[in-house]
């Protein structure tokens, strides 16, 4: 199968190539061109591999009614079956949609692949849209590494992604059950679930779960959270770094009143403080600043 670099090549640089069968006309209306053809929605199958599971019923209502107004603008991939069938490749919400919209044939383009292949094609036409969550990915990456013995590193180039986002998203199957459907349900962003992985077990994380939903809590919150539970001390704060801005301004108080001047800046206003060590000093600073 050809391979990309990135995501920005477009699908069809990783679907194999190849002309439609000439047995294909069979099932298929003729009259077509392009090696784009008229397939019944009927004989068309859902792709076992299809790694996402979940489809916003709103965006698939949105999709069917563009597809009543304008038909399927883009094809469907579809790879033939023995029986005449089709298995779909790539397509999986126009498919929906459009049986959705009464559509009893769709546009499609016959290639051949094998189980791999149409696991990593379905994969990458989700990532290529950011239509997975969190844990359908890890779940296809997972696919990906045990059934197909393929390494991180390997799943990372398919997808376009380094190697430590494919092994960070691995490390999400292990959170517990209540996580992981909180992180689906989009209670908890992925960040949440990557704080409470450093917990050792799945029922420490379930609690902490609860109390990050309960106090609205946020990342950085979270891992605070943990690590007090883990028994480890809170990380040190580091210091904002003062602006250029600032330090010329004390700068210049520095310069005319002689001594050392330490500015605080906030939001809404701030504090000057002016030191002096010795009393006439002190007579110096009031007479300049009256």
């Known amino acids: ?10 699908l069809d640089a990783l679907i194999p190539g190849g002309k439609p069968s000439s047995s294909v006309s069979t099932f298929v209306s003729s009259g077509n061109t392009g090696g784009v ?3 019944a929605v009927e004989l068309i199958q859902r792709n076992p591999h ?3 599971v979940h489809f916003k019923e709103e965006d698939l209502a949105d999709l069917a009614a563009s597809i009543r107004e ?3 603008i883009q094809p469907l991939i579809v790879l033939m079956n023995n029986d005449g069938t089709f298995t779909l490749i790539a397509g999986e919400r126009r498919l929906q949609a459009s049986q959705r919209a009464g559509l009893k044939t769709v546009p499609v383009i016959h290639r051949q692949a094998n189980n791999q292949e149409l ?6 036409e989700n990532v290529q849209r950011s239509d997975l969550n969190a844990m359908e990915e890890a779940e296809a990456y997972r696919h990906l ?3 197909f013995g393929l390494s991180h590193e390997m799943v990372a180039k398919r997808v376009g992604k380094s190697r430590v986002a494919v092994t960070n998203t691995l490390r999400l199957l292990g959170l517990a059950d209540t996580v992981k459907q909180s992180l689906v349900d989009g209670r908890i962003t992925e960040g949440h679930a990557r704080a409470l992985l450093a917990l050792s077990t799945q ?3 379930a609690s902490a779960l609860q109390m990050v ?3 609205s809590l946020s990342v950085r919150q979270t891992e605070e959270l943990v690590r007090k539970l883990a028994g480890l001390k809170p990380l040190k704060l580091a210091k904002p770094v003062r602006s250029a801005d600032v330090s010329d301004v004390e700068k210049r108080l520095q310069k005319s009143l002689g001594t050392k001047v330490a500015l605080k800046y906030g939001k809404k206003g701030g504090t000057v403080t002016i030191y002096y060590y010795s009393d006439e000093e002190l007579d110096s600073l009031l007479n300049k600043l009256t």
């Open 119 to 124: 696991l990593e094609i379905a994969l990458i």
């Open 37 to 39: 053809q008229q397939v």
């Open 203 to 205: 029922k420490a994380q």
């Open 50 to 52: 299809q790694p996402r």
């Open 70 to 72: 304008h038909g399927v």
């Open 1 to 10: 199968m050809a391979q990309r670099k990135g995501l920005g090549k477009g």
């Open 213 to 215: 939903l309960n106090l």
């Open 145 to 147: 590494v045990d059934d």
